[in-house]
C-alpha cells in the first residue's frame, strides 16, 4: 500500500531533551515536507527536500533540522525543543517538487513539550 | 509573501444542503490550488487545479477556479454528516510548484 509513515504517533518530552521524528515514503516520491499545524494558523511548511541531499527552509524553521540522506526518509529533528513547539506535526510527499502533483501526508505526530 | 485565506472559518449546515466554500489567494508564478479534507487525521486529497484544468468534478464534489478573481470555490451537493471536516485550500507557486502555501481551513459540521 502507498503511504507515508510517522513514528512516533504521540510525544510527550520536556524541554531541552532532543527528539527525532522519523517520516518514510514507499512511492519513489522525489519531494519531501514537515508541516506543523496550529490552531487558527493552519498549516505551516517548516522544511522540504526537492530530492536525496538537497533540503531548504520553509515558512518556520527556527528549532529544526531535517536530513535527506535517503530518498524515502525525512527526518525532522528537534535539538532542543521548546514548549513553543508543541504542535501537530505532519510529514508529506510528492511526485516531483517542480511540477504541481498532489502531495500525501503521513498520520501525524502529536507532540507536547513541557 | 503568499498568502491564502479561506471563507467562511466555519459552517453549520443540514444534511442535504449544499455548501460553497471559497479560497482567495495572492502568490506570486501562480501553479495550482489544491483541495484537501482534513477529518480526524491527515489531510486527503480531493482536487488540483491549474490553468490547464480550471474545473473539477467527483460525486457530490466540484470545484472551479478563478484566475481572473484569484480565487477558487468548493461546492458539496446534498450534504452529508460524513462530509463534516476541515477543508483546506493550498496554493503552489513559483519554481518549487510543490511547496503550498495553506489557508486556515473551513470547518464544516453537517447535522441530521
Known amino acids: 500500500e502507498a503511504q507515508v509513515t510517522q513514528n512516533p504517533r504521540y510525544l510527550i518530552t520536556v524541554t531541552g531533551k532532543k527528539l527525532t521524528v522519523t517520516c518514510s515514503q514507499n512511492?519513489?516520491?522525489?519531494?519531501m515536507s514537515w508541516y506543523r499545524q496550529d490552531p487558527g494558523l493552519g498549516l505551516r511548511q517548516i522544511y522540504y527536500s526537492m530530492n536525496v541531499e538537497v533540503t531548504d527552509k520553509g515558512d518556520v524553521p527556527e528549532g529544526y533540522k531535517v536530513s535527506r540522506k535517503e530518498k524515502r526518509n525525512f527526518p525532522l529533528i528537534l535539538e532542543s525543543p521548546s514548549p513553543n513547539q508543541t504542535s501537530l506535526y505532519f510529514c508529506?510527499?510528492?511526485?516531483?517538487?517542480?511540477?504541481?502533483?498532489?502531495?500525501?501526508f503521513g498520520p501525524g505526530t502529536r507532540l507536547t513539550v513541557t | 509573501e503568499d498568502k491564502v485565506v479561506q471563507s467562511p472559518l466555519s459552517l453549520v449546515v443540514h444534511e442535504g444542503d449544499t455548501v460553497t466554500l471559497n479560497c482567495s489567494y495572492e502568490v506570486t508564478n501562480f501553479r495550482s490550488l489544491l483541495w484537501y479534507k482534513q477529518e480526524k487525521k491527515a489531510p486527503t486529497f480531493l482536487f488540483m487545479l491549474?490553468?490547464?484544468?480550471i474545473e473539477k468534478k467527483s460525486g457530490r464534489l466540484s470545484s472551479i477556479l478563478d484566475k481572473k478573481e484569484l480565487s477558487s470555490i468548493l461546492n458539496i451537493t446534498a450534504t452529508q454528516t460524513g462530509d463534516s471536516a476541515i477543508y483546506l485550500c493550498?496554493?503552489?507557486?513559483?519554481?518549487?510548484?510543490?511547496?503550498?502555501?495553506f489557508g486556515t481551513g473551513t470547518r464544516l459540521q453537517v447535522t441530521l
Open positions: 508529506a510527499s510528492s511526485l516531483s517538487g517542480r511540477i504541481s502533483y498532489e502531495q500525501y
Open positions: 493550498a496554493v503552489g507557486s513559483s519554481c518549487t510548484a510543490s511547496k503550498l502555501t
Open positions: 491549474t490553468s490547464s484544468g
Open positions: 512511492m519513489n516520491h522525489e519531494y
